[in-house]
């Protein structure tokens, strides 16, 4: 069993992963899984993602690996196939992986040894879906009802595999209103669920939640940069919102690019909340995968 993507969940899995993750943040004490071996390989850069799965196996008392690209065999010309069959010999039953290309996954998964597990740490442009699970229990726990928020998701939205995995879980999840907005360049014709627009103010206008998107420009291969002014999350620019608005982002933040630090630091942030969150998701994520999985019996 994997966890590529969003869609790969039900809406019932989804509030149980919510609900359990909910459940580590109050516990002292934690099952544990000693038997399991994970390892982390993470081609591009993190530091919440890296670091909160790495903390995540630790609470869970797996065995954890970390493998750098930069510094393994693959510099000397081995396949990333070849790779994780290798660990997996070793003893490998989950890895969790990040990588620039959107398609990565479809075009490893049929090779992989059938007892090693995956996790999506994030794609390219094209999904990360701990991040969306994340994000809906930070919004969960303020005990938002998805049927009645209106969200704005403003920024680089084109770039964003956030913004493709917040759109998808949104839509499972049957979040009421959810609007992107970015300059045209940057704004796709259509997002799995949600409108897209040009028009901030609109998008931004009785917002309950406006999550801000960082310019992604190491995905940038067009040239086509753009003066994102207008689309910073400013405190005047939050004004248009819901008075009880909360301000999600992702992370890393560009202050002063795609949001304020007035805004990022403010009492309607929620942004260290979700870094808090991600550890205890992704204590989640690897305990449903390790009892749904071949590393539950080993
Ligand atoms: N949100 C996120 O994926 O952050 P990192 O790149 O630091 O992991």
Redesign the pocket.
Known sequence: MHLLQVSDLSKAEIEALIARALDFKQAKTYPTYPQVSVINVFY?????????FALAQQNLGCKTLDLNPERSAEGKGEAMLDTLSTVHAMGVHLAVM?HAEDDIFDAILPHIPSTLSLIN??SGKRA?PT?ALLDMMTMFELGLEPKNLKIAVVGDVLHS??AHSFSTICGIMGVGELVFAAPDVWLPEAMPYGQVTTEVKAALKDADIVMALRVQKERMVDGKHQNLEAYCITEDALSLASPNVHVLH???MNRGIEIDSAVADGPKSCILE?VTN?VYMRMAVLEHLIKASHAASV
């Open positions: 591009e850069k993190s530091t919440r993602t890296h670091l909160s990040r740490a994030g990360h991040q595999r956030v992702p992370g890393p979700q991600g």
